[in-house]
């Protein structure tokens, strides 16, 4: 449950309990007395939880993100409320602001989602997202989740009620092996976490809100970036942050929707502790270039809601028969492995572009940056030949080793890494601030992996390159498979 209020205003909430024990509302960082509005039974204070009806009043003096979750029960199990999801947030926007539904403009009282207006500040885009702790979830037939490459039970990691567990999309289309195309809307379909949407450009605020009580999360972002200190305008530039349970924070990715390079396409994010982002804590992006009205289906024939425009922004361009907007113009078979992008692959994969797909090009379009073009014309070219290779890394001198060590190395140094004359080392390149870079990747890798006392025989027919903090095409480059 997300509500929003402005700063200054007078809070009157009227909870009522319809479960069979005592519950709760204490609201974090908001101003109360402590004797009335609590939530909880602490000390010689009256107990302010309630098996029925109880009102608590709430002042917001300021802006911010405001955590509300049930005291009556502050315990971590899954016979305490929190697991289950008994949290949500108030968002308090500046004097003066209005929120709407996204979908249709109309007023909004409650949600994750919201168009925010302001008279005199820009209008941007808000969503929430609240991670959770892991609950003890069952699957349909009520059992507990196995992951089918290990065979054993697997935890499962929400975001708003929702996960999209890769064991959830465990490969069955054809020519499909493992994570490459876990993440792919074309082989599965949308997934099942938030896909949040804005047209190219957007100003948007993501309000990160821990509402757990045990597990530390890593937020990532692909292409875009945001100020550690957002008041700061020569603070730090990240693209990841950690944030631990209770834990609220704002981010403002810099320039908005598709960042500098005007990117577009599924953008996703997702907790960077790999576990819980295979447990399905991960959700797209989805940054439109025409606009969306609500009637016309993608590919695999469902249709998306409505977005409306943010009113003090130009309209989005419409859509026509050769620009029918993202994703409609890529190449691509619903329930198949998505295609390769065009003009930037060398090999079995190697195709050119669909008329459909040359349109929509960017200007100055070129392999590896097709939809959008993250540098100049004039910026000085690097070009570095990359090969993916497996060798054994020996870590110390006791001989402790990984017989399946799997590293990029130079084309270059590559014979001399197998033959070993050179050493094994992480991959480090240079380039100067404005320079454009062109990796040239060659998957050297084994088709398997494994098949001994440490690891499962897993096919490994994909290899990526993907990267932090520079821009990139993110349909073209981004070194994944996402939506």
């Known amino acids: ?88 947030a108030l968002i308090v926007e500046p004097v003066g602001a209005s929120w709407t539904d996204p979908v249709n403009g109309e007023e909004l009282k409650s949600g994750c989602y919201a168009d925010i207006h302001h008279p005199a500040m820009p209008d941007f885009r808000e969503y929430v997202l609240i991670f959770h702790d892991e609950p003890e979830i069952k699957d349909r037939n009520g059992n507990t989740p196995i992951n089918p490459e290990t065979g054993q039970p697997e935890s499962t990691m929400p975001i708003n009620y929702r996960a999209e567990p890769m064991r959830n999309r465990h490969p ?34 993501i309000r990160l809100i821990h509402g757990g009580v045990k597990e530390t999360h890593v937020f990532h972002l692909h292409n875009h970036q945001w100020l550690l200190e957002p008041n700061d305008p020569k603070s730090t530039i990240i693209d990841s942050i950690s944030f631990s349970p209770q834990q609220c924070m704002t981010i403002e990715p810099l320039f908005g929707a598709g ?12 907790c960077h502790l790999y576990p819980h982002f295979g447990e399905g804590m991960w959700g797209l992006w989805r940054i439109l270039d025409r606009y969306e009205d609500g009637t016309r289906p993608y590919p695999d024939g469902t249709i998306p ?100 060590g799997r590293i990029f190395v130079l084309k270059e140094d590559k014979e001399a890494v197998l033959r070993g004359e050179k050493e094994p080392e992480p991959f480090v390149i240079r380039a100067n601030v404005g320079d454009c870079i062109e990796i040239r990747l060659t998957n050297e890798l084994p088709l398997e992996i494994g098949g001994n006392a440490f690891q499962l025989r897993t096919r490994t027919t994909e290899a990526g390159f993907h990267i932090h903090l520079v821009k990139f095409d993110t349909i073209s480059a981004d070194g994944s498979a996402n939506g």
């Open 1 to 88: 449950m997300v509500i929003r209020a402005n700063a200054g205003d007078f809070i009157v909430v009227d909870f009522e309990n319809k479960l069979d024990r005592p519950a709760s509302i204490h609201i974090q960082n908001v101003r109360y007395d402590v004797l009335d509005s609590d939530g909880a039974a602490v000390g010689f204070n009256p107990d302010t939880t309630t098996l029925n009806r109880k009102r608590y009043f709430w002042y917001a003096d300021r802006e911010g993100i405001f955590l509300f979750h049930d005291m009556a029960d502050p315990r971590s199990g899954e016979d305490a409320t929190n697991v289950h999801g008994l949290f949500g």
């Open 172 to 205: 069955d289309c054809p020519g499909c092996a493992g994570e490459e195309v876990s993440l792919s809307s074309w082989a599965f379909g949308d997934p099942a976490t938030p896909i949040l949407r804005a047209y190219v450009g957007d100003p948007a605020k």
């Open 259 to 270: 960042s500098l390079n005007g990117c577009i396409g599924d953008v996703i994010w997702h």
């Open 305 to 404: 809601q409505k977005l409306m425009p943010l009113p003090d922004r130009p309209h989005p361009p419409l859509p026509d028969g050769l620009h029918p907007g993202f994703p409609r113009f890529v190449a691509g078979i619903p329930g198949q492995k998505a295609f390769k992008p065009p003009l930037g692959i060398i090999g079995q994969e190697a195709r050119l572009p669909t008329p459909l797909e040359q349109a929509n090009f960017a200007e100055n379009a070129v392999p590896g940056a097709l939809y959008s073009v993250p540098f100049p014309p004039d910026a000085p070219l690097k070009v570095f030949e990359i090969a993916a290779i497996q060798v054994p890394i020996v870590y110390n001198r006791q001989g402790w080793h990984d017989p399946e």
